[in-house]
């Protein structure tokens, strides 16, 4: 499996920006579709997740900015990112775990690049 993450960018406080992590390869239905960020100096954090069955969760910090949504005819996540803020610069990284008959697989992106001037 490939994780193919894509959308950052420069944008000033206040905007938005919507990244997107297209998965390729042996995909299994039963998994659970994260994404995590890591600013400069600290230690990559859990942004939002979701599931096959549709649940989402998110970190106090992006609740209510944020939204992770999913297109699994696409294989493909989404994170919305609105209200932005200088807080929120960091490299954003997708993350899979594919659940199977066969066991657990877990993947990461590549990391997109999101950066937010004040």
């Known amino acids: 499996v490939q994780l193919q993450a894509s959308g950052g960018g420069l944008v000033q406080a206040g905007g938005s920006l919507s990244l997107s992590c297209a998965a390729s390869g042996s995909i299994f239905s039963r998994r659970v579709m994260r994404w995590y960020r890591q600013a400069p100096g600290k230690q990559r954090e859990l942004v939002a997740l979701?599931?096959?069955?549709?649940?989402?969760n998110y970190a106090n910090s992006v609740k209510g900015r944020f939204t992770i949504s999913a297109d699994n005819a696409k294989n493909t996540v989404y994170l919305q990112m609105n209200s932005l803020d200088p807080e929120d610069t960091a490299v954003y990284y997708c993350?899979?775990?594919?659940?199977?008959?066969?066991?657990?697989?877990?993947?990461w992106g590549q990391g997109t690049l999101v950066t937010v001037s004040s």
């Open positions: 993350h899979a775990v594919y659940f199977s008959n066969w066991g657990t697989q877990q993947y």
């Open positions: 979701t599931t096959n069955d549709g649940s989402t």
